[in-house]
C-alpha cells in the first residue's frame, strides 16, 4: 500500500519562508549601513580631555604650578613633560592648545601654545560657526616667581579641535 503525502501546504510554507527571510536581510543590511554611514563628531571630548590632561600636568593638587613651567619660559618643553604627542600639533593639525600663565596684576608670566594657531581667532567666533570645538578654562593658581616668592596667578588653558571622525 502507498500512502501519499499532501505537498500543497509545503510549496506555500516554502514561499513565504523565503520572502520572510529576504525582509530580514533587507532590514539588517539597511540598519548595517545606516549605522556605518554616521559620522562621529568627538572633538568636544577631544578638546576637554586635552584641557584637563595639561592642567593635570602643570598643576598639583594642591594649586602649585608647576616650577620648571613657571622658570623656564620658552624652554619649557610642555610634550616631554605633559606626554602629549608634538607630530599631532604640526603643519595642517586638526588641533591647538594655549596654555597662559599670568600673573596678581594679569602680567604674562609664560605661555606654551602650539597647533594650527588661527583656531585662537576662530574660537572667539565659534559661537557662530559649529565647525570648530573650543574649550576655554581658567584656573587660580600658586606660584613661585623667580626671586622664590609665593604668588597668585591664572592658569588659563584653551583648547580648540577641527577633527572631524567618520566610520568609514
Known amino acids: 500500500m502507498i500512502i501519499k503525502k499532501d505537498k500543497k501546504g509545503s510549496e506555500v510554507f516554502s514561499i513565504w519562508w523565503f520572502i520572510i527571510i529576504s525582509i530580514i536581510s533587507v532590514v539588517v543590511c539597511l540598519m548595517i549601513l545606516r549605522f556605518y554611514s554616521n559620522e562621529i ?10 584641557s584637563n ?6 598643576v598639583d593638587e594642591s594649586g602649585f604650578v608647576n616650577d620648571d613651567f ?4 620658552d624652554n619649557f618643553n610642555i610634550f ?16 591647538y592648545f594655549n ?11 609664560n605661555m606654551a601654545r602650539k597647533g594650527q594657531y588661527a583656531f585662537e581667532g576662530e574660537c572667539e567666533l565659534s ?5 570648530i570645538t573650543c574649550f576655554s578654562k581658567n584656573q587660580e593658581v600658586l606660584y613661585y ?3 622664590g616668592v609665593l604668588r597668585n596667578g591664572t592658569l588659563t588653558i584653551l ?3 577641527k577633527n572631524k571622525g567618520s566610520r568609514k
Open 145 to 147: 616667581d623667580k626671586d
Open 127 to 131: 559661537k557662530l560657526s559649529s565647525d
Open 99 to 109: 596654555v597662559s600663565l599670568f600673573g596678581e596684576n594679569q602680567n604674562l608670566v
Open 70 to 73: 613657571v622658570l623656564s619660559g
Open 80 to 95: 616631554s613633560e605633559c606626554h602629549l604627542a608634538e607630530n599631532i600639533f604640526g603643519t595642517g593639525s586638526s588641533f
Open 159 to 161: 583648547t580648540a579641535s
Open 53 to 58: 590632561n595639561i592642567r593635570n600636568c602643570l
Open 41 to 50: 563628531n568627538v572633538s568636544d571630548a577631544e578638546v576637554k580631555l586635552l
